[in-house]
């Protein structure tokens, strides 16, 4: 399981913009052959943080994310919105 | 869905010690009634560091996991083997 956690410091006022335009990335990505999970997390404490789930099968699978539509058009929707530039981790999943 | 993510930071001689009793928490944990996911995650550049990825349907079924054996026993194995106090940051899942 290739899985990257992506940190997401949106700006006070787009918040609800955000979740909008990510709910709609998650609904597409779900469908991707390789993935597993796209979840979409909101900081308890911190409602402007989000974190994205997104565990893939493998790494090409990952990267074919990428390339689709609907990645595409959320990158461009939500350019203007982040409050930094967001951060990617990249994990190996141990388990399961 | 109440999900924590919990960031550790481990001793690098105790790396497959840590990976060892974590994956025995998993197994026992995706079994809790509330669990929906209980992924073992390593990062990618640097293996010492790890995050488990706890999410269960409700704040009550997370606050059930501290109570069962299996986490109490993982407590008491990993305790030696962090470099620095774990950090659990809870969030609400909004997708799925």
Chains 1, 2 share one sequence.
Request: with cysteine; charged share 30%.
């Amino acid at each position: 399981m290739h899985v990257t956690l992506v940190h997401v410091h949106v700006k006070p006022e787009h918040v609800d913009d955000f979740i909008a335009a990510t709910r709609r990335n998650h609904e597409a990505s779900v469908k991707e052959p390789g993935n597993l999970r796209f979840d979409v997390l909101q900081q308890a404490d911190d409602p402007t943080r989000f974190v994205l789930y997104e565990a893939y099968r493998s790494e090409a699978d990952a990267r074919a994310h990428k390339d689709t539509a609907h990645y595409l058009e959320w990158r461009e929707a939500v350019a203007d919105w982040m409050a930094e530039p967001r951060q990617g981790i990249v994990h190996r999943g141990l388990c399961p």
